[in-house]
């Protein structure tokens, strides 16, 4: 049989390499008589004529032909002759931070013939060099016969808290070896084993009621967020210490102008005063004296203000820190939400992961730790007045232990009651979102059932239920903030009764005396503003609280350490037992499935272990009656459920990709960024490929090339797009190329990922296809496939089974035949509820009552 089946009997589909025409598949019998081992006498017997159902799909090119249609970008490198492939032995890998390196091995596939080397280095992703692994690089070779080999990679223990973050390993510069783009690049995640934000308070994470135990040590978890965001946060140490700095000046100029106003009134506008105490004193008129030295104090009052502007300018452009911070923040939650548990995302449902992001995060740092600033900038000032009252008057300076003094009491006393209001706060905020967000995701059904009114109470009752709490909350508030004002108001009150005997009998300036008044006034709005800050910071704990419990939630991914350990330690076994072949790859031999495996809620595998696999390069098709376990078998392959015993194998070096039943478009991005989704970085991404592949799912129609236009550089779109752009540029003006090219760089970088309007035009037909073509187009050597063609006439359920076949014969569907060898074998799982529409089928495995059997398709 030809390795390069490129025709499919049953669709009709494909070109006669002998005689270079195409056989009438659309409308009639092929006229060519076929001889054997041709590609369609290796099909039909001899002299048979061919006939085929009115399907039409676009030619296929053979090998060493050229189109347009081909993708010949697969390969970062690819020597003439090469008949080997060297890759990773796994896209990604995993290592824990205590276990203080990582091996990755290479793998080289081929016939193993001659001696092959490739170059390998770490580049940074979310985790830097230095930091958290060592950089390293090196050269790999590889024995004639050789088919793995190995390099560590040091990694960094530390004891600040990371969520999951990554660094990439690359291979390049190959000698007598191919580097394929889907497999010279893995990913290396580093599971970090501490607790945010310190690893004090890991008991308390782990507590039953670990909001409760948070709670009681709230203060100390607002330092450990202070210490986390100083030490771990990059550039905020270096900003916060010149941001301290800067906080002072101010500090001294409002020193400068406490003296700068007693002298004026004690010295300059007080005749009676000594004329040597002037500042001037050269002119023989004294009251010339008086008003030069006047006008010299005006300048020394106003000259610095233009250094405090520049400072506070200088600060606020060079020295800003909320946004790293909050940047820092959220990308480690959104990161560590993303690789959750099923468990831990029912406990942090959307609305609380928006309101965390939103709200949370940015009322934590500007009140968790920028206000420390402000903090500093009102002690300073309250010291520097402080020492002003104890050198003037000691025994003035006694409400400068009143005011602490009564401050912290009141907090103390009412911290409790403050964070319970806070905490009840939010549960009532999330339950608000959450109705809100439930209508959103069940308009339709509201409106089918016309059920608006019913909706409406129901959230209305929400609301009403949340007044007693706003008045409670409004009434703490109330008498919060009338501690500060009374305090100051005592303290003017009494200084200006007791003290202004001292005036009349002359043992006190009235310079001074004003002067202290003024100061009881500024210390005591210092004071409030403290007072303000202590109550911000305290606030915070209730958000900080609740993000502490999120960023500490279990993820997936020490599970899927364990099952890629596992699956390596299953493959190594299984190799042993292959006899190493030229021919075929021992890594090609590896089977894909399941051993001894038992799922309570299916009735296929509930009751009696199971074990079943297939051959790589095989169309598997999983079918039976309804509700008998046909989707669980395809997420156990997919590992979106978890076995309760036994387990899945698949060689951990291939690529799976779950292609769900319900279609999937991402709505921030443009038609062609959703094709590609999921595509390596360094992979091009032939467009011409891309087209290719909707042309053949029928998505060619002139709006849907436009839209995939907009997503493409310019040299990259259609003939007829570039003329449309040129003249539209044309007719406002734009004459140079530069100048229109330049623009539409910015329309591709601008719209086209805000505007999802073109998804609104899709049918649903349309819809199913782009999801379907997404998955042909990111090409994984194992394709899982949830009822692919069930809701499809059955022209079009034709046409998407022919690239199915096409996918596994060929390794890919519109790719280059020549790098046919080179290319893994694909494999292709799917499930059907219409048997009479599954006959590409190498292999079914059937569910029933009794489990599940494997058994001859109709391919084979």
């Known amino acids: 049989a030809c390795r390069l089946p490129r025709f499919d009997v049953r669709s009709g589909i494909g070109r006669c390499p002998e005689a270079g025409v195409e056989p009438r598949c659309a409308g009639g019998p092929c006229e060519r008589l076929c001889e054997p081992g041709t590609l369609f006498g290796a099909m039909f017997s001899v002299g048979q004529r061919t006939t085929a159902p009115p399907v039409y799909m676009p030619l296929l090119p053979q090998a060493g032909t050229s189109n347009s249609t081909i993708s010949s970008a697969a390969w970062v490198s690819k020597g003439s002759g090469t008949t080997d492939v060297v890759q990773f032995a796994s896209p990604v890998w995993y290592v824990k931070e205590d276990e203080k390196k990582i091996s990755i091995r290479v793998i080289r596939i081929g016939k193993l013939v001659g001696r092959a080397s490739v170059e390998y280095r770490t580049f940074d992703g979310s985790a830097k060099a230095g930091l958290k692994y060592e950089n390293t690089k ?338 703490f508030e109330f008498f919060n903030e009338l501690l500060v004002p009374w305090i100051t108001i005592l303290a003017v009150g009494i200084y200006m009764g007791f003290f202004a005997s001292k005036v009349l009998e002359g043992d006190l300036r009235l310079g001074s005396y004003l002067a202290t008044m003024s100061v009881y006034k500024d210390l005591g709005d210092r004071f409030e503003g403290v007072y303000s800050c202590w109550s911000s910071m305290s606030e915070s704990i209730e958000p900080l609280v609740g993000l502490t419990i999120q960023l500490n939630l279990a993820t997936e991914l020490p599970n899927q350490k364990l099952i890629m350990e596992k699956r390596d330690r299953f493959n190594e076994e299984m190799m042993r037992q292959i006899p190493l072949d030229t021919k075929v790859s021992v890594y090609d031999q590896l089977p894909i499935g399941f051993k001894d495996v038992t799922v309570a809620h299916s009735p296929a595998l509930r009751d009696t272990p199971r074990t079943i696999q297939a051959t790589q390069g095989t169309v598997v098709l999983v079918t039976g009656t309804h509700d008998l376990g046909k989707s669980t078998i395809l997420k156990i392959l997919t590992d979106q459920v978890r076995p309760d015993q036994g387990q899945m194998f698949c060689p951990v070096h291939l690529r799976v990709l779950n292609v769900s039943h319900t279609p999937l478009l991402i709505k921030s991005m443009g038609l062609y960024r959703n094709l590609i989704f999921g595509k390596s970085a360094e992979d091009p991404g032939d467009v011409a490929r891309v087209r290719g592949i909707l042309r053949r799912l029928k998505l060619d129609k002139p709006w849907i090339m436009s839209e995939l236009d907009k997503g493409l550089p310019f040299d990259q779109r259609s003939p007829r797009s570039q003329l449309a752009i040129k003249m539209r540029h044309e007719d406002e003006g734009t004459s140079s190329d530069e100048e229109w090219a330049e623009t539409e760089k910015e329309d591709e970088e601008g719209p086209e990922d805000e505007s999802d309007e073109w998804q609104t035009r899709l049918s649903e037909s349309e819809i199913k296809r782009l999801h379907l073509a997404r998955a042909f187009i990111f090409n994984p050597e194992v394709l899982i496939m949830h009822r692919p063609v069930d809701e499809f006439d059955n022209d079009m359920a034709q046409q998407v089974l022919g690239l199915m076949r096409e996918f596994v014969d060929g390794r890919g569907v519109e790719v280059d035949a020549g790098d046919f060898e080179l290319r893994r074998p694909r494999t292709l799982f799917f499930s059907a509820g219409n048997a009479a529409r599954t006959g590409i089928a190498d292999v079914v495995w059937r569910t029933g009552e009794n489990g599940v059997t494997a058994e001859p398709g109709q391919r084979s």
């Not at 070779?141 to 793995?148: D, N």
């Not at 690359?170 to 599971?191: F, Q």
């Not at 300059?268 to 001037?280: A, G, K, M, W």
């Not at 959104?334 to 831990?344: D, G």
């Open 138 to 475: 090196g050269t790999l070779k590889f024995e004639p016969g050789e088919i793995v080999k190995q390099f560590d990679v040091p990694v960094i223990n530390d004891d600040a808290f990371d969520t999951t973050i990554e660094f990439q390993v690359i291979l390049e510069k190959s000698s007598n070896c191919a580097l394929p783009y889907n497999g010279n690049v893995c990913r290396v995640l580093i599971l970090d084993d501490d607790t945010f934000p310190s690893n004090d308070f890991e008991e308390a994470v782990n507590d039953e009621n670990a909001e409760e135990a948070l709670h009681a040590r709230g203060i100390s978890l607002l330092w450990s967020f202070i210490v986390f965001t100083w030490s771990h946060i990059p550039d905020i140490k270096k900003r916060s210490i010149m941001s301290l700095f800067l906080a002072q000046l101010g500090n001294f100029y409002y020193l400068m102008t406490i003296w700068l106003k007693i002298y004026l009134v004690d010295v300059v506008l007080n005749v009676e005063s000594h004329p040597d105490l002037l500042i001037i004193k050269w002119n023989p008129d004294e009251m010339e004296n008086r008003r030069m030295t006047a006008i010299l104090l005006g300048v020394i009052w106003i000259a610095p203000n233009f250094i405090l502007t520049g400072a506070d300018y200088f600060e606020m452009r060079v020295l800003e820190m909320g946004f790293n911070i909050r940047r820092h923040l959220r990308v480690n939650l959104f990161r560590k939400y993303l690789n959750y548990t099923a468990e831990s995302r029912r406990e942090v449902p959307i609305q609380d992961l928006k309101t965390s992001m939103m709200e949370d995060i940015p009322d934590i740092v500007s009140n968790g730790y920028v206000i420390l600033f402000e903090l500093w900038r009102s002690f300073g000032k309250i010291f520097w007045v402080c020492l002003f009252l104890l050198r003037k008057h000691p025994r003035s300076a006694l409400p400068m232990l009143f005011y602490p003094t009564m401050m912290g009491a009141w907090l103390a006393c009412r911290h409790r009651k403050r964070m319970s209001l806070l905490a009840a706060q939010g549960n009532a905020e999330s339950e608000t979102q959450g109705w809100l967000l439930h209508a959103s995701n069940g308009q339709q059904l509201i409106a089918d059932y016309k059920q608006q009114g019913f909706v409406v109470r129901k959230f209305e009752e929400v609301l009403v239920k949340q007044r007693s709490l706003s008045m409670a909350i409004k009434n």
